[in-house]
């Protein structure tokens, strides 16, 4: 573990992850929970991590967007931001960064290709958020994550320069407004099902208002899920986002 401890602080020539003084808090958010049934004296995995990482994440991309495009509305932040912070393009992002060669697995992980998936790389990027918020504080985190994300938030409003602005309305909001219009509440979301082993799980979402299921959805993440279950309740209603 040491040696990829210590090209942990190589990387990517453009894209370069955070030094983390704390090799306790380092090792922890490289490890998932896998590598930890198996092999019980790890310590603890990166799960705690992750759900810190994500919150500080959110926190400073929001931050960052606001700052950065005084024009737009809260809407097309939302959508922004929520393009910026998806599995996929973190995943995407933790695979560009050197995660896959890090990240501590179990036998069953590592054999289902689990260093390629977008979903693992996604968590444990969140992690190493975490982790060197702790290690570092807001401000460190604060100056990793914003030239990081302004050039990806750059490059996507580049691309969607001439499209619409409702092309940024997140399914999950558009969906919200229309339940507060038509009937004067909040929808609620509920994970149905879960299935898969732990480092693939699969989950089912479903989306209702007043006790009326109004879509279900599917992913890797329950976030996922709750998104594609409203883009399926849009559908049902006929709108488009």
């Known amino acids: 573990m040491h040696e990829q401890v210590d090209r942990f602080k190589i990387s990517n020539m453009d894209k370069q992850l955070p030094l983390i003084g704390d090799r306790l808090l380092l090792t922890q958010a ?9 092999y019980p004296e790890a310590g603890e995995d990166n799960e705690r991590l992750e759900f810190l990482g994500d919150a500080v994440l959110g926190f400073l991309v929001s931050e960052l967007l606001y700052k950065t495009y005084p024009t737009m509305s809260e809407a097309q932040l939302t959508r922004l931001r929520s393009i910026l912070v998806d599995e996929s393009q973190l995943g995407k992002l933790g695979k560009e960064l050197g995660l896959g060669e890090l990240m501590r697995l179990g036998k069953g992980a590592e054999k289902d290709k689990g260093r390629e998936n977008p979903s693992l790389l996604n968590d444990t990027f969140e992690a190493i ?19 990081l994300f302004k ?38 979301y509920q994970i149905i ?27 890797r993440r329950k976030q996922e ?6 883009e399926s309740a849009l559908k ?3 709108i488009g986002v």
């Open 30 to 38: 490289l490890t998932h929970r896998s590598y930890v049934n198996e």
């Open 151 to 188: 050039s990806l938030a750059d490059e996507i409003v580049a691309v969607q320069t001439n499209i619409p602005a409702k092309s940024f309305v997140d399914s999950k909001n558009c969906f919200q407004q229309w339940a507060l219009a038509n009937h004067g509440e909040n929808p609620i």
């Open 236 to 238: 049902q209603l006929g």
């Open 129 to 147: 958020i975490g982790a060197y918020f702790l290690d570092a504080g807001i401000e460190a985190v604060r100056g990793y994550i914003q030239p």
């Open 193 to 219: 099902d879960e299935s898969g082993p732990d480092h693939a799980k699969e989950f089912i979402a479903q989306v209702s208002v007043k006790g009326i299921v109004y879509g279900i959805g599917k992913g």
């Open 225 to 230: 899920a709750q998104k594609r279950a409203a």
